[in-house]
């Protein structure tokens, strides 16, 4: 074993790292990832077409980590112009890491923002919902409308 593996293997759990922000920008096919330091977490664009593994690794990553700060709150913003079927699974793989928080003392809150007239968004959240340990707060919301805040 190389010195460098076994010194962070002993000093891990002694090795507190701060957590910078994150910011994946938007493109015309696929969204603006915005996970700030604070807890604050926003996804809002366009999810098409199949994503890139790395793409959502990036994201999913830095949540994990994220979370093994303990952080006292996490609170997820999700706005979605559209959204493809496989597009959708990598969507909740990452409410899924979320959902095994094993830190009950985290608050979280789930934001799912919708189009007003836009059905299929508005049942996909609650879809969603169904298969995690925790409730969204849904919200309908004007199409030129963002919920994007700094």
Not at 59 to 64: F, G, H, I, S, Y
Not at 102 to 123: M, R
Not at 130 to 136: A, G, H, N, R
Request: charge should be negative; aromatic fraction near 12%.
């Amino acid at each position: 074993m190389k010195l460098n593996q076994l010194f962070s293997r002993k000093f891990a759990s002694k090795i507190k790292c701060s957590m910078k922000d994150l910011l994946i920008e938007a493109s015309e096919n696929s969204p603006v990832f915005s996970f700030q330091a604070n807890g604050i977490l926003h996804i809002s664009g366009r999810v098409l077409p199949e994503p890139d593994a790395l793409f959502w690794g990036i994201a999913n990553d830095w949540l994990v980590n994220y979370i093994e700060t303990n952080p006292a709150r996490i609170i997820l913003r999700l706005q979605f112009d559209c959204v493809n079927t496989s597009s959708s699974l990598e969507i909740l793989k990452l409410l899924y890491l979320l959902g095994n928080i094993k830190n009950k003392e985290i608050s979280l809150a789930v934001y799912w923002f919708y189009p007003i007239n836009d059905i299929q968004l508005e049942e996909m959240g609650k879809d969603f919902q169904e298969l995690l340990p925790f409730k969204f707060i849904f919200e309908a919301i004007e199409t030129e409308e963002s919920v994007f805040i700094n």
